[in-house]
């Protein structure tokens, strides 16, 4: 079964543009490693993809960012900020920074040395 992976992976190395050589040379690593690299090529962005293949496979690159946000935008999220735009409720946490606080006393702009035109 093995014979008949290695194949099919070599026709489709062969439809990208690699040489006869560079697919001997590939065919020496790990199958599984060829045919993920393979499935992620149409999700990259890439001038040369018959160049990007061939490195690719030698140093098994991640998977791309595109791969996985695909499986995560079919699911919903169960975070409250995507669900819209209301607030959640509840108070305020306690690190907001000083919003909704106060200004400190004498902090005004005759404090500053800003004075207003009249």
Not at 12 to 18: D, F, H, I, T
């Amino acid at each position: 079964m093995t014979d008949d992976r290695m194949v099919a992976a070599a026709a489709e190395l062969m439809k990208l543009g690699v040489s006869r050589i560079g697919i001997v040379d590939l065919l020496g690593y790990p199958i599984d490693v060829i045919e993920r690299q393979l499935a992620y090529l149409p999700h990259r962005k890439c001038r040369r993809p018959e160049a990007f293949i061939v490195q690719a496979i030698r140093h098994d690159y991640s998977a791309p960012n595109k791969h996985f946000h695909a499986k995560d935008e079919s699911q919903p999220s169960g975070n409250a900020l995507d669900q819209g735009s209301e607030r959640a409720p509840g108070p305020p946490p306690a690190d907001a920074e000083g919003h909704g606080t106060p200004d400190p006393a004498g902090t005004y702009p005759s404090d500053l040395g800003m004075e207003s035109r009249r």
